[in-house]
């Protein structure tokens, strides 16, 4: 399809919402701060969170849904005599805003008794007047459903006539998240993001056994609009990709079993962000090092003792956190406790040298200042500590994959990623994939089935042995990393290179799965 001729394509709507403008924000966080301060808060921050959703799900072609919502609300939070008290609620007012924050007050007077570490905020610098609005082109609830649907319908015919492919379906889930932040030191931000998260699937069925092999598209979500979608500027090709795919699954059909046991390497972006979001981007969440998130996922072996010291995985492994990334999904502008955006490193020549904080973390941490990473999915939802976008930087030599590939006499290169395991530490895992290649001699010499990958984390990374150059680096990613009890879900991005792994163990799962 040809964007250029539809009338929203060359549309750009990078401006916050006049209809979240509108909501009486300021008057809200007058209300709210002062009554905080008068009822004894020594610090107490208000939250406007509102967020727009759409998904729409086709299958074999025929419009399964359409779901559109919108949940608004605010929050507030305080301190009082070192503990924490948060109340929100969905009504707008100055007069509920008030009842809020002494509701919070309350609430952190009742909890005072418990509370055994007074809560301590880093510093940071005050924004009295910012604003920020994600990079993207065309913001995706502007343009008409029908020719949302049209276009799916479109691409989604495309797998469907191929030969071989007996189902197919296709999704966009699309969500724009508003955050008005304002608190007692005098930072006032107003936010914009929006995100997409695109999937096409084609599914062949061999008649004659019931079995069946599925492919979807490698298109990650992003921080990006429409625009994705039509793959104007070359966000995404499509074409490519829709053309190719059948040709892929019939092969992948008919592909022998994997031989399992240690076996070289070649880890696909497409692969690998799920790998380091499980056994780095988790691992270095500085509330799970120090165990105090345990009850969702479980802790970390990269505990504070390790910092400095820690050899996690090559000499080179270079391995950064990030809220700028632009179209990361965990990018922003400040986050949900008024600490503006940055970059800084978790690994720096296979060692850990850091960790993701928030205000108070960071403070217990010793360091000056917070990197940024507080969030709440939800007005109704306390923020929490949640990941920046964690990447592996590409190597100083810009090995291209096919280089990467050339260096291996018998090895499987994995492209895609599918189900994963990682136990409660963030050490032992196995990750499986969407495409796997056979390596012989340096080439690609067709596909295989069955593939599973095993290992510790410092191991794995340990065996990481040529990291591609950038040429090679994309980002990947997840709409729904899920964390806290009540569970909350959050969206992060994660940039890699292509990569050679030696002598990474092979499971074969269909083999595995009959014991």
């Not at 019931?210 to 979608?229: D, K």
């Not at 031989?259 to 509330?287: M, Q």
Request: glycine share 10%; with cysteine.
């Amino acid at each position: 399809m040809n964007p250029d001729w539809l009338p929203w394509a060359a549309v750009s709507t990078r401006e916050i919402d006049a209809e979240f403008r509108a909501l009486p924000l300021s008057a809200l966080a007058d209300a709210a701060l002062s009554a905080a301060r008068a009822a004894g808060a020594t610090h107490a921050d208000l939250r406007v969170h509102r967020l727009v959703q759409q998904s729409i799900r086709l299958r074999d072609g025929q419009v399964q849904s359409v779901v559109d919502g919108t949940e608004v609300g605010l929050a507030v939070r305080v301190i009082v005599d070192g503990t924490w008290g948060f109340a929100a609620t969905a009504e707008l007012t100055p007069d509920t805003a008030v009842q809020t924050a002494r509701t919070a007050v309350e609430i952190a007077r009742t909890l005072r008794p418990l509370n055994r570490d007074p809560v301590v905020l880093a510093d940071e610098p005050v924004y009295p007047d910012a604003q920020w609005v994600s990079d993207y082109a065309v913001d995706p609830f502007t343009v008409p459903t029908p020719d949302k649907v049209g276009l799916l319908t479109e691409y989604a015919g495309r797998l469907g006539a191929a030969d071989g492919v007996d189902h197919t379906s296709a999704s966009v889930l699309q969500v724009k998240e508003q955050t008005y932040y304002a608190d007692t030191a005098g930072t006032r931000t107003i936010q914009q993001r929006v995100r997409l998260h695109p999937e096409l699937a084609a599914t062949t069925v061999d008649a004659s056994t019931g079995g069946f092999e599925s492919m979807r598209t490698l298109a990650p979500p992003v921080g990006r609009g429409w625009e994705y979608l039509t793959g104007a500027d070359g966000t995404w090709d499509w074409n490519d990709e829709l053309a190719r795919i059948p040709e892929w699954l019939a092969e992948k059909a008919k592909a022998p079993s994997v031989t399992p046991g240690p076996t070289d390497l070649v880890i696909d972006p497409s692969n690998l962000w799920l790998t380091i979001h499980e056994s780095i981007g988790h691992a270095t969440e500085y509330d799970r090092a120090i165990g105090y998130e345990s009850a969702y996922a479980g802790t970390s072996f990269a505990t504070p003792d390790k910092l400095g010291t820690l050899r996690y995985g090559a000499p080179g492994m270079h391995v950064t956190a990030d809220r700028t990334e632009p179209h990361g999904l965990a990018t922003v502008g400040y986050d949900d406790d008024g600490v503006a955006g940055q970059r800084w490193d978790l690994i720096r020549d296979g060692v850990l040298v850091g960790y993701q904080l928030d205000r108070v973390f960071a403070a217990r941490l010793g360091l000056d200042r917070s990197n940024g990473c507080s969030y709440a999915d939800a007005a109704l939802h306390v923020p929490i500590q949640r990941m920046a976008n964690v990447s592996l930087q590409p190597g100083p030599d810009d090995l291209t994959t096919a280089d990467l590939i050339s260096q291996v006499d018998n090895g499987i290169y994995i492209v895609g990623d599918k189900s994963w395991s990682i136990d409660m530490q963030r050490y032992n895992f196995q990750f499986t994939g969407q495409r796997f290649f056979r390596i012989r001699n340096g080439r690609i010499d067709g596909q295989l089935r069955d593939v599973a990958y095993q290992a510790t984390t410092t191991d794995f990374w340990g065996a990481m042995t040529a990291v591609g150059g950038r040429s090679t680096w994309r980002l990947g990613g997840a709409f729904n990393c899920g964390k806290a009890q009540p569970g909350q879900v959050a969206a992060v991005s994660h940039g890699c290179p292509a990569v050679l792994v030696r002598g990474v163990n092979i499971l074969n799962t269909r083999a595995e799965g009959q014991q």
